[in-house]
């Protein structure tokens, strides 16, 4: 993210709002992804549980700075790396193969279905 996006403040509520909106964007393309119940949001991040479809889990944060993978485990910060992804899809791209499928067969059914209501409009 940029140098702005570095210093942004939300509270605590926001950024879970903030996350669930991502959440809710991927949800289709994932086995789980949550807030965190154990490790608490603050004003600069929120933590997220993810399991992706190879059933690998992982904890990230999710900050102004975007998403940095923090453990290879739910609720695990052992691991903080200093890697960030500006956008969930990109983190997602990184880290699960079967996401880049799952994404791209949604894509392409989507496009199908286009392509079928112009056909029936001809």
């Known amino acids: 993210m ?7 403040v939300l509270d605590a509520e926001q950024w879970r709002l903030e996350a669930q909106a991502v959440i809710d964007d991927v949800k289709n393309h994932v ?3 949550t807030v ?4 608490q949001s603050t004003n600069r991040c929120v933590y ?6 190879e059933d690998l889990k992982f904890c990230i944060e999710l900050s102004g700075n975007g998403f940095s993978i923090l453990g290879k485990q739910h609720d695990d910060t052992s691991d903080k790396g200093d890697e960030y992804f500006e956008t969930p899809y990109s983190l997602l791209n990184f880290l699960s193969p ?5 994404f791209a067969n949604c894509l392409l059914d989507k496009l199908n279905q286009l392509n079928g209501t ?4 001809l």
């Not at 112009?118 to 409009?121: A, G, R, W």
């Open 31 to 33: 086995r789980s992804f």
């Open 36 to 39: 965190s119940e154990k490790l």
């Open 98 to 102: 079967q996401y880049r499928d799952s």
């Open 2 to 8: 940029n140098a702005e996006g570095e210093n942004r």
């Open 118 to 121: 112009q056909d029936q409009e």
């Open 48 to 53: 997220l549980n993810l399991t992706t479809l």
